[in-house]
């Protein structure tokens, strides 16, 4: 089992940035795939960034795309999310993500068996 606390959240204004941690517990990160998936009320979770294990290849959402920032830190077991040049419509629930297995539905709410309780992001126009 893997427990994932995310951090971080909170209220920025448009054009700002945050930072977001994914603690873990229970298990090493060093071989897990990890995501960060944002939702908004009445909205499937869109994906937003993954960090593989094993190459740290890393793929992002287009929304987010040279804005957004995925990396890892392995032996704090945490992965982070850096959002820079925020925009209201970054405004969500975002949740952290962990599997084992690296598939092509990487972008997809169901590839991942542990999820984090999320962090709010609100970003003020």
């Known amino acids: 089992q893997v427990q994932l606390v995310e951090s971080g959240g909170g209220l920025v204004q448009a054009g700002g940035s945050l930072r977001l941690s994914c603690a873990a517990s229970?298990?090493?990160?060093?071989?897990?795939?990890m995501a960060w998936f944002r939702q908004i009320p009445g909205k499937e979770r869109e994906f937003v960034a993954v960090?593989?294990?094993?190459?740290?290849?890393?793929y992002y959402g287009d929304s987010v795309k040279g804005r957004f920032t995925i990396s890892r830190d392995n032996a704090k077991n945490t992965v982070y999310l850096q959002l820079n040049s925020l925009k209201h419509e970054d405004t969500a629930v975002y949740y952290c993500?962990?599997?084992?297995?690296?598939?092509?539905?990487?972008?997809?709410?169901?590839?991942?068996?542990?999820w984090g309780q999320g962090t709010q992001v609100t970003v003020a126009s």
């Open positions: 993500a962990a599997d084992s297995v690296w598939r092509a539905t990487y972008d997809q709410e169901r590839t991942y068996r542990y």
């Open positions: 229970g298990r090493a990160l060093g071989t897990y795939n």
């Open positions: 960090i593989t294990w094993s190459v740290d290849t890393k």
